[in-house]
């Protein structure tokens, strides 16, 4: 289970320059690529079973092989490092600390897909990190990766870096393209896929850093070797963002197939609950996908082992699963409020709506009010099943995915946590305080539900 | 007459800062300039105290020769564009869930009082101000403030207060030219 692929040089001292990076093998990959056939290095890609490390999983190499090439515009490769979905915050460490893996990645993949003109679209937050990444450019362009006829090989590749304004939206391939354009961040209708009118309505493949930084591995293993690493359909190495409540939070690489609860509770890993308090739920895959209970974590509903794989965590859908989503992993323990944390969430995503589409831009302002009245002890019972109706409403009917991202949440904490609502609803005088459960988990109080009737 | 006053913004596009948006401007082909939209925006905001007035929008319009109204667009969309007077250094803490878990809340209350501001407020002297934004990437290190380019993460208390007196002795740098 130790392969690493992504962070294989990430801890080699100066690794972040130029000069490390190429003594240490870097660019070998475009050296190989430069002299493939382009179809047959997304052949390669396809081989590998690398699925999209963005949140949606689509398998890189059949997104490659959309990329319209008849019309004969000029195509695009655009890196999407928009990363702003909470609880990730792994691409932002691969470009921190070895920014050229990236640009090594964009050249090989630009050249697959005959792109001469690629950008990489990060959040303007991540402001030091675009400028790590403009010199990186640089350095490049001075070791002749980049501009004219690289190499001798005769191909062209511009990369620049291109920074957002702070918006979540921009983080849907299409709001990301509009951003790029220099407009608002507001999603397009599909189709058009990028694939056929993207970037300024040529060809555009938009990919996450993560997928694209692990090109080069493939290109220069194969795409077969790729495949043997991880599980099933889950092949290679993942990245997970790890938050919350644990002892060792950070970001790590890890053999698709390792158990849930080694991840959890190995030294090499989380390390286990912080304090050793009581797990309470787990969000493996970023804010946007639902959040598990204890009895779910662990073993899936049919008693078998939790995996970290996308088949794995989806097991059961959305009645007793999560989703693999971003990877971002978030642990609670049994201080966090169930209900304060799905209003923080609605308050996002009420906030990042882009307002196109009425269901997601009235509906997230609903639920986040309606969270904010139960939290506040000013809830009643149905209120809860008004936000179960609010979600369900949202869900499907929304330009975006953004819209069902803010309705599963939700759907998931009544799903698994109903008797939290309830506690908020029934005893307004124990959570006035926002650190309710802190002073007193749930747990020691959820008897009173039983005990009392109203 | 107060807020005309407080609203006012002295514009001053230097060689360097005009050199740099040529820079930007060139990543993109002939024609598509407005895609340099968003990075200019920022060379403009930074370099005239983190606001972007009125005025300075027309400027960044025409600079890029695009209609006053497709920069307020964009203006009015993002939140990194700040369309009013900030303090000098502004506190951006993270209130979304990772950080709140962490004491995000306790921890962006006590710079609010130990400033004498509300969030959203600049101090009097024109140096502070406190906002509560989203997540910012840093979740596994929370809570975490933004203060210009950089984070500040693993904040406790006793790291606001530090961070409080390094701004009030010039000993912070904003942004990373
Ligand atoms: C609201 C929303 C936000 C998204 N944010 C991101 C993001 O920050 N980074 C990312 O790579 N993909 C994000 N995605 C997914 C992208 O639309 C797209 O699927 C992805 O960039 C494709 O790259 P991949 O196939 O390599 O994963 C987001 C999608 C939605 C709907
Ligand atoms: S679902 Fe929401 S974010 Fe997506 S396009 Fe519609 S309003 Fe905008
Ligand atoms: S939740 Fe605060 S940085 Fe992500």
Aim: hydrophobic share 35%; charged share 25%; glycine share 10%.
């Amino acid at each position: 289970m130790g392969q690493k692929i992504l962070f294989e040089k990430i801890h080699i001292p100066g690794i972040k320059t130029y000069d490390v990076y190429r003594e240490n093998g870097g660019y070998a990959s475009v050296e190989k690529a430069l002299k493939m056939n382009p179809d047959d290095i997304t052949e390669e890609v396809k081989t590998s079973g690398l699925r999209g490390r963005g949140g949606a999983g689509f398998p890189v190499g059949l997104k490659w092989s959309f990329i319209d090439k008849k019309s004969g515009n000029p195509r695009h490769l655009v890196c999407n490092a928009d990363e702003s979905e909470p609880g990730t915050f792994k691409d932002r460490y691969l470009m921190e600390y070895i920014p050229h893996l990236l640009i090594e990645g964009m050249i090989t993949s630009s050249f697959a897909l005959g792109a001469n003109l690629s950008y990489i679209y990060i959040r303007g937050e991540y402001m030091w990190v675009f400028k790590t990444l403009e010199r990186a450019i640089k350095e490049a362009y001075a070791a002749g990766w980049l501009g004219k006829n690289i190499k001798g090989s005769g191909y062209d590749l511009d990369l620049h870096v291109h920074c957002g304004g702070g918006a979540y939206i921009c983080g849907e391939e299409t709001a990301l393209i509009e951003s790029l354009e220099g407009k608002r961040g507001n999603p397009r209708i599909k189709p058009p896929f990028p694939a056929v009118k993207g970037l300024w309505q040529n060809p555009t493949v938009v990919n996450n850093v993560e997928s694209i930084a692990t090109v080069p591995w493939i290109i220069l293993n194969s795409g077969e070797d790729y495949s043997k690493i991880g599980l099933g359909r889950s092949t290679g190495t993942k990245l997970f963002s790890v938050s919350g409540h644990v002892k060792k939070p950070g970001v790590y690489e890890i053999e698709m197939g390792m158990t849930v609860d080694e991840f959890m509770n190995s030294d090499e890993y989380c390390g286990g609950m912080i304090d050793d308090r009581p797990l309470k739920g787990l969000i493996p895959g970023g804010s946007s996908v639902p959040i598990l209970p204890k009895h779910l974590i662990f073993k899936t509903a049919n008693g078998e082992d939790r995996l970290m794989t996308y088949e794995s965590l989806s097991d059961g859908g959305f009645a007793t699963g999560s989703s693999l989503g971003s990877g971002g992993f978030i642990v609670y323990n049994d201080t966090a409020c169930i209900v304060r944390n799905t209003w923080n969430f609605s308050r996002f995503y009420h906030h990042e709506s882009c307002g196109q589409c009425s269901p997601c831009r009235e509906g997230t302002g609903w639920m986040e009010k309606i969270l904010w009245r139960i939290e506040n002890g000013q809830g009643t019972e149905e209120d809860i099943d008004l936000l179960w109706s609010i979600q369900a409403k949202i869900e499907g009917n929304t330009i975006c995915p953004l819209g069902d991202a803010a309705a599963w949440p939700v759907a998931a904490a009544i799903r698994h946590f109903r008797d939290e609502f309830e506690y908020h609803v029934r005893f307004p005088e124990k959570i006035k305080n926002r650190d309710h459960f802190v002073n007193e988990p749930f747990e020691k109080v959820k008897h009173l539900l039983q005990n009392t009737t109203v | 007459m107060e807020t005309l006053k407080k609203y006012h913004q002295d514009i001053n596009i230097t060689p360097e800062l005009m050199q740099r948006i040529q820079e930007l401007v060139s990543h993109y082909p002939e024609g598509k300039q407005k895609s340099a939209l968003l990075p200019v925006l920022h060379e403009l905001q930074d370099a005239h105290d983190n606001w972007l007035s009125v005025e300075l929008q027309n400027k960044a319009a025409e600079i890029l020769n695009i209609t006053p109204i497709e920069v307020y667009e964009v203006v009015t969309f993002y939140t990194m564009f700040n369309q009013k007077p900030v303090g000098k250094y502004m506190l951006e803490f993270c209130v979304t869930s990772c950080c709140a878990i962490n004491k995000a809340e306790d921890v962006m209350d006590y710079t609010c009082e130990k400033l004498g501001v509300k969030p959203g407020q600049v101090t009097a002297d024109g140096l502070f101000s406190v906002v509560g934004v989203q997540c910012l990437g840093a979740c596994g290190y929370a809570p975490m403030l933004q203060l210009g380019d950089f984070y500040h993460e693993h904040l406790t208390k006793e790291k606001v207060d530090q961070l409080i007196n390094d701004c009030k002795e010039d000993k912070i740098t904003l942004h990373d030219k």
